[in-house]
C-alpha cells in the first residue's frame, strides 16, 4: 500500500496530497463504514465527557461537526502526525475556538506528536488521554481555547470569534508568496491549502468581512473555509440577531459557494472538498447545515448545548442513541486510533518522507533557495542582512522619523526577501512601501510581489499578518496610531502567540495637527505599553530608527509596535550626545551632567526627545545639572539588569521631568511620587503643530519651567 501511495504521490507533484484510501487487508466496505461511524462517534464521546469533568465548556459544536472533522482530516488533510512542523503541511485552523475539545479529539486520536522548544518532534503526544481528562484545568495542555505554543498541532490561538478565519487568510498569502518565492520546474516544494473551520459567531464578527474581502479580491484558491450554519448562539436561535444569505454574501466577495445540507453525509462532504481542491481561481466557502448537541435527545438544536455540560443523565441518553456504553468515560476504542493511523497518519508520513526526499534534489540544485527557506522557517536572518544601514548626518531641521524608517525598512527588505508587508490603505503616508527594484506588488495576478495592499481594514490587517507570522514569513503592517484601536484585538492576540509581526505606527502624536482630537493619539501609546510581550519603540530621530530596525529584525518571539513622527525631528548630533546604540537597552543616557552627577532627570521618548535637549541646554547654561533619558522602548528597558536600570535612572536623584505628547498614564513608575509629567490630560485640538505646541506645554521654556520647581521640592524635601 505505501508503494502504491509513493508512486501515486510522486506522480502528481511533490507533497500532492493522494485522495483515495485503501481498505485495509480483509476489510469489507461494511467494515470500513462502521469504523467511520465509531470514529466519528468516539470524537462526540470525548467532547462530552472532557467538558462534563470540567464543568465548563461548549460540547454541543464538537458533537455538531466531529463528522466534518473527521471526513477532512482522515481523508483529505495532508498533515504528518509525527512531524506537526513539516513546512508543507495543510493548515487547519479552528476559528470557532469554544469548540476546542473537537481540536483536542483529533490531536488525540490521530497521534500528533509533541514538538519541543527547539520545534522538533518527540515520541511524547501533545495530547494525551489524560490531558483531555484535565480539560480547561491549570496547566492542561487542553486550556478552554486553543493556545499556538503551548499545544502542539495548534496552528493559532482562537476564541475571539473572527481572528482565527482572518489568520488563515495570512497563512494562504503566505502560501501563495512562498510558492512563487521558491518552487521552481519539478520542485513544488510549497503547495499546501489552509482549512478553517468558522461558526455563526466567526461571521458576524466585523474582522471576518474584511478577511474574506481581501481573500475573494486576492483569488486565493488555497483557502477554504468550512461555515457551520447550526443557526444557534448563546442567546438562541440565531434568527434573533442574523439573517442575512452568507452565500450570496461569499458569492458578491468572489468566493465559490458549496452548500452541505446535512453534516453527516460524509459522501457530501468528501465531494465539498473534492471540489475546494480542484477550484484554481478564487477560495472556497462550504456552508455546512448541522445540528448543534446532534443525537442529544433533549439538547439538541437548543443553546443549552452551547455553553455548558450537557449534564450526566444527557450524556447517558446521548451514548445511548450512539450504541455507546453508557457508563464508559473518556473511552477511545483501539481501532479508531488504528483507524487514524491507517488514514491521516500513514498518508502523511508518506507524503512527508517524499517531500523530504525530493527537497534533497532541490537542495543540490537550488541551495541559495534551500538556505532561505531553512532561515525562514526557523526565524534567522541572512548573513549581512543589516549591511545596508547606516548613520544618518546630523541635522537641525531633520526628518520626520516615518521617513527616515522608510528608508531603513527598504534597506533591510532588500536584504530579507521574506520580509513582506503593506498598508491598511496608507503607504504613502506611513513611508512603509518597498521602492527598490523587484519588490512589486503582491496582488491576484501576481503573487510574488512583496509589497501588500491590506485596504481600509485594519482588523483583518493584524490577523492576516499573525497568520503569514505563523507561516513563517516576517510580516509588517502599517497605519496611523490612532487606528490602532481598530486593530487592537489582533496585537493582543500576536502578544500572546508570540509572533515577531511588526507594527509601524505613524502619525504618532498631537502632531498631527489639523486634523484634530479624532486623529491624535492620547491614550495609545500607554494602552500599548499594557499588553503583556508586546514591545513598543517610539525613536527620538533617524539614528534611533535604525537602531530600533536593527534590534526589531533579531526578534523571533515578539510583535513589535514602531510609532513614528508625522513631522521632522531634529536628527541629533551623535558626537556632541551619546550613540544611539542605546536603544538595544530600551533606554539610555542621552546628555548627562559634566561630573555625572546630574540634579534633576528630564525622561522622554520620541519627539520630545529633542524638546528635552534643548531644555538641558538651556539648564546648562543657568547652571544646573540635568540629565536627558532617551526612552524609546520601555519594555525592553525593564528586561535590562536592576544594575543597568539604576545606572540610567539613579534613585538618589528623585528631582525627575517625564515629557511625552501623549496621556501620563504610567510615567509615575519612573519619575516618581513627587515628579512631574508633562503630557496630555485631555484630547488634542484641531489647529497648526506650532500653535498645539504652545498651547499644551511643550515648549522649552515650560520645560525648564517644571524642571526648576522640581529642583525647588527636592530642597523642600
Given at each position: 500500500?505505501?508503494?502504491?501511495?509513493?508512486?501515486?504521490?510522486a506522480?502528481?507533484?511533490?507533497?500532492?496530497?493522494?485522495?483515495r484510501?485503501?481498505?485495509?487487508?480483509?476489510?469489507?466496505?461494511?467494515?470500513?463504514?462502521?469504523?467511520?461511524?465509531?470514529?466519528?462517534?468516539?470524537?462526540?464521546?470525548?467532547?462530552?465527557?472532557?467538558?462534563?469533568?470540567?464543568?465548563?465548556?461548549?460540547?454541543?459544536?464538537?458533537?455538531?461537526?466531529?463528522?466534518?472533522?473527521?471526513?477532512?482530516?482522515?481523508?483529505?488533510?495532508q498533515?504528518?502526525?509525527?512531524?506537526?512542523?513539516?513546512?508543507?503541511?495543510?493548515?487547519?485552523?479552528?476559528?470557532?475556538?469554544?469548540?476546542?475539545?473537537?481540536?483536542?479529539?483529533?490531536?488525540?486520536?490521530?497521534?500528533v506528536?509533541?514538538?519541543?522548544?527547539?520545534?522538533?518532534?518527540?515520541?511524547?503526544?501533545?495530547?494525551?488521554?489524560?490531558?483531555?481528562?484535565?480539560?480547561?484545568?491549570?496547566?492542561?495542555?487542553?486550556?478552554?481555547?486553543?493556545?499556538?505554543?503551548?499545544?502542539?498541532?495548534?496552528e493559532?490561538?482562537?476564541g475571539?470569534?473572527?481572528?482565527?478565519?482572518?489568520?488563515?487568510?495570512?497563512?494562504?498569502?503566505?502560501?501563495?508568496?512562498?510558492?512563487?518565492?521558491?518552487?521552481?520546474?519539478?520542485?513544488?516544494?510549497?503547495?499546501?491549502?489552509?482549512?478553517?473551520?468558522?461558526?455563526?459567531?466567526?461571521?458576524?464578527?466585523?474582522?471576518?468581512?474584511?478577511?474574506?474581502?481581501?481573500?475573494?479580491?486576492?483569488?486565493?484558491?488555497?483557502?477554504?473555509?468550512?461555515?457551520?450554519?447550526?443557526?444557534?448562539?448563546?442567546?438562541?436561535?440565531?434568527?434573533?440577531?442574523?439573517?442575512e444569505?452568507?452565500?450570496?454574501?461569499f458569492?458578491?466577495?468572489?468566493?465559490?459557494?458549496?452548500?452541505?445540507?446535512?453534516?453527516?453525509?460524509?459522501?457530501?462532504?468528501?465531494?465539498?472538498?473534492?471540489?475546494?481542491?480542484?477550484?484554481?481561481?478564487?477560495?472556497?466557502?462550504?456552508?455546512?447545515?448541522?445540528?448543534?448537541?446532534?443525537?442529544?435527545?433533549?439538547?439538541?438544536?437548543?443553546?443549552?448545548?452551547?455553553?455548558?455540560?450537557?449534564?450526566?443523565?444527557?450524556?447517558?441518553?446521548?451514548?445511548?442513541?450512539?450504541?455507546?456504553?453508557?457508563?464508559?468515560?473518556?473511552?477511545v476504542?483501539?481501532?479508531?486510533?488504528?483507524?487514524?493511523?491507517?488514514?491521516?497518519?500513514?498518508?502523511?508520513?508518506?507524503?512527508?518522507?517524499?517531500?523530504?526526499?525530493?527537497?534533497?534534489?532541490y537542495?543540490?540544485?537550488?541551495?541559495?533557495?534551500?538556505?532561505?527557506?531553512h532561515?525562514?522557517?526557523?526565524?534567522?536572518?541572512?548573513?549581512?542582512?543589516?549591511?545596508?544601514?547606516?548613520?544618518?548626518?546630523?541635522?537641525?531641521?531633520?526628518?520626520?522619523?516615518?521617513?527616515?524608517?522608510?528608508?531603513?525598512?527598504?534597506?533591510?527588505?532588500?536584504?530579507?526577501?521574506?520580509?513582506?508587508?503593506?498598508?491598511?490603505?496608507?503607504?504613502?503616508?506611513?513611508?512603509?512601501?518597498?521602492?527598490?527594484?523587484?519588490?512589486?506588488?503582491?496582488?491576484?495576478?501576481?503573487?510574488?510581489?512583496?509589497?501588500?495592499?491590506?485596504?481600509?481594514?485594519?482588523h483583518?490587517?493584524?490577523?492576516?499578518?499573525?497568520?503569514?507570522?505563523?507561516?513563517?514569513?516576517?510580516?509588517?503592517?502599517?497605519?496611523?496610531?490612532?487606528?490602532?484601536?481598530?486593530?487592537?484585538?489582533?496585537i493582543?492576540?500576536?502578544?500572546?502567540?508570540?509572533?515577531?509581526?511588526?507594527?509601524?505606527?505613524?502619525?504618532?502624536?498631537?502632531?498631527?495637527?489639523?486634523?484634530?482630537?479624532?486623529?491624535?493619539?492620547?491614550?495609545?501609546?500607554?494602552?500599548?505599553?499594557?499588553?503583556?510581550?508586546?514591545?513598543?519603540?517610539?525613536?527620538?530621530?533617524?539614528?534611533?530608527?535604525?537602531?530600533?530596525?536593527?534590534?526589531?529584525?533579531?526578534?523571533?518571539?515578539?510583535?513589535v509596535?514602531?510609532?513614528?513622527?508625522?513631522?521632522?525631528?531634529?536628527?541629533?548630533?551623535?558626537?556632541q550626545?551619546?550613540?544611539?546604540?542605546?536603544?538595544?537597552?530600551g533606554?539610555?543616557?542621552?546628555?548627562?551632567?559634566?561630573?555625572?552627577?546630574?540634579?534633576?532627570?528630564?525622561?522622554?521618548?520620541?519627539?520630545?526627545?529633542?524638546?528635552?535637549?534643548?531644555?538641558?541646554?538651556?539648564?546648562?547654561?543657568?547652571?544646573?545639572?540635568?540629565?536627558?533619558?532617551?526612552?524609546?522602548?520601555?519594555?525592553?528597558?525593564?528586561?535590562?539588569?536592576?544594575?543597568?536600570?539604576?545606572?540610567?535612572?539613579?534613585?538618589?536623584?528623585?528631582?525627575?521631568?517625564?515629557?511625552?505628547?501623549?496621556?501620563?498614564?504610567?510615567?509615575?513608575?519612573?519619575?516618581?511620587?513627587?515628579?512631574?509629567?508633562?503630557?496630555?490630560?485631555?484630547?488634542?485640538?484641531?489647529?497648526?503643530?506650532?500653535?498645539?505646541?504652545?498651547?499644551?506645554?511643550?515648549?522649552?521654556?515650560?520645560?525648564?519651567?517644571?524642571?526648576?520647581?522640581?529642583l525647588?521640592?527636592?530642597?523642600?524635601?
Amino acid at each position: 500500500a505505501e508503494d502504491g501511495i509513493r508512486d501515486s504521490v510522486a506522480s502528481r507533484g511533490l507533497g500532492d496530497v493522494y485522495k483515495r484510501q485503501a481498505l485495509g487487508k480483509g476489510k469489507t466496505v461494511a467494515d470500513q463504514v462502521s469504523i467511520k461511524q465509531l470514529s466519528i462517534n468516539t470524537i462526540r464521546t470525548l467532547a462530552m465527557d472532557a467538558v462534563q469533568a470540567a464543568k465548563s465548556g461548549h460540547p454541543g459544536t464538537p458533537m455538531a461537526l466531529a463528522p466534518v472533522a473527521y471526513c477532512l482530516w482522515n481523508e483529505f488533510l495532508q498533515f504528518d502526525p509525527d512531524e506537526p512542523a513539516w513546512p508543507n503541511r495543510d493548515r487547519f485552523v479552528l476559528s470557532v475556538g469554544h469548540a476546542s475539545m473537537l481540536l483536542y479529539a483529533m490531536l488525540h486520536l490521530t497521534q500528533v506528536k509533541r514538538l519541543n522548544d527547539n520545534y522538533e518532534g518527540t515520541n511524547e503526544l501533545a495530547v494525551p488521554l489524560d490531558e483531555i481528562k484535565r480539560f480547561r484545568q491549570l496547566e492542561s495542555k487542553c486550556p478552554g481555547h486553543p493556545e499556538y505554543h503551548w499545544t502542539s498541532g495548534v496552528e493559532t490561538t482562537t476564541g475571539p470569534l473572527g481572528q482565527g478565519a482572518g489568520n488563515s487568510v495570512g497563512m494562504a498569502i503566505a502560501q501563495r508568496w512562498m510558492a512563487n518565492y521558491f518552487n521552481r520546474p519539478g520542485f513544488d516544494v510549497i503547495n499546501y491549502d489552509v482549512y478553517a473551520l468558522c461558526g455563526d459567531g466567526c461571521l458576524m464578527e466585523g474582522v471576518s468581512s474584511e478577511a474574506a474581502s481581501l481573500a475573494g479580491h486576492l483569488k486565493l484558491s488555497n483557502l477554504c473555509w468550512i461555515y457551520d450554519n447550526n443557526k444557534i448562539t448563546i442567546e438562541g436561535k440565531t434568527a434573533l440577531a442574523f439573517s442575512e444569505d452568507v452565500g450570496v454574501r461569499f458569492q458578491a466577495y468572489g468566493w465559490k459557494v458549496l452548500n452541505v445540507d446535512d453534516a453527516n453525509n460524509q459522501e457530501k462532504l468528501s465531494d465539498a472538498f473534492r471540489a475546494f481542491q480542484e477550484e484554481t481561481t478564487r477560495p472556497t466557502i462550504i456552508i455546512v447545515n448541522s445540528h448543534i448537541a446532534f443525537g442529544a435527545p433533549n439538547k439538541q438544536d437548543t443553546h443549552g448545548a452551547h455553553g455548558e455540560p450537557l449534564g450526566e443523565e444527557e450524556i447517558r441518553l446521548t451514548k445511548k442513541n450512539y450504541g455507546w456504553p453508557e457508563e464508559a468515560k473518556f473511552l477511545v476504542p483501539n481501532e479508531v486510533i488504528e483507524h487514524f493511523q491507517g488514514g491521516m497518519g500513514q498518508r502523511g508520513k508518506v507524503n512527508r518522507k517524499v517531500w523530504m526526499e525530493k527537497f534533497q534534489e532541490y537542495k543540490a540544485q537550488y541551495p541559495e533557495l534551500a538556505e532561505h527557506l531553512h532561515k525562514m522557517q526557523h526565524r534567522q536572518l541572512p548573513e549581512q542582512w543589516d549591511r545596508g544601514l547606516t548613520e544618518f548626518p546630523a541635522d537641525p531641521k531633520g526628518v520626520a522619523t516615518r521617513e527616515s524608517s522608510g528608508k531603513v525598512l527598504n534597506a533591510i527588505a532588500k536584504e530579507v526577501p521574506w520580509l513582506i508587508g503593506g498598508a491598511a490603505d496608507l503607504a504613502p503616508s506611513t513611508k512603509t512601501r518597498l521602492t527598490f527594484e523587484g519588490a512589486g506588488d503582491f496582488e491576484a495576478e501576481t503573487q510574488s510581489g512583496r509589497n501588500l495592499h491590506f485596504g481600509v481594514r485594519e482588523h483583518a490587517m493584524g490577523a492576516v499578518m499573525s497568520g503569514m507570522a505563523l507561516s513563517k514569513v516576517r510580516a509588517y503592517g502599517s497605519g496611523f496610531l490612532i487606528f490602532s484601536d481598530y486593530g487592537r484585538p489582533a496585537i493582543r492576540l500576536a502578544a500572546m502567540m508570540e509572533v515577531p509581526v511588526i507594527y509601524v505606527f505613524t502619525h504618532d502624536s498631537i502632531g498631527v495637527g489639523e486634523d484634530g482630537p479624532t486623529h491624535q493619539p492620547i491614550e495609545h501609546l500607554a494602552s500599548l505599553r499594557a499588553i503583556p510581550g508586546l514591545i513598543t519603540f517610539r525613536p527620538c530621530d533617524a539614528n534611533e530608527v535604525v537602531e530600533a530596525w536593527r534590534v526589531i529584525m533579531q526578534m523571533q518571539h515578539q510583535p513589535v509596535v514602531l510609532a513614528l513622527t508625522r513631522q521632522a525631528v531634529p536628527t541629533l548630533d551623535r558626537a556632541q550626545y551619546r550613540s544611539a546604540l542605546g536603544v538595544a537597552q530600551g533606554a539610555y543616557v542621552l546628555a548627562d551632567a559634566d561630573d555625572g552627577k546630574p540634579e534633576v532627570l528630564l525622561l522622554a521618548s520620541g519627539s520630545e526627545v529633542a524638546l528635552c535637549v534643548q531644555a538641558y541646554e538651556q539648564l546648562k547654561i543657568e547652571g544646573i545639572k540635568a540629565r536627558v533619558v532617551s526612552m524609546p522602548s520601555w519594555e525592553l528597558f525593564e528586561k535590562q539588569s536592576h544594575d543597568y536600570r539604576d545606572s540610567v535612572i539613579p534613585p538618589n536623584v528623585t528631582a525627575r521631568v517625564s515629557v511625552e505628547q501623549a496621556t501620563t498614564f504610567g510615567w509615575s513608575k519612573y519619575v516618581g511620587s513627587t515628579g512631574s509629567s508633562i503630557g496630555m490630560e485631555t484630547f488634542g485640538a484641531s489647529a497648526p503643530i506650532k500653535d498645539l505646541i504652545k498651547h499644551f506645554g511643550f515648549t522649552v521654556g515650560n520645560v525648564v519651567a517644571v524642571t526648576k520647581q522640581q529642583l525647588e521640592i527636592t530642597v523642600r524635601t
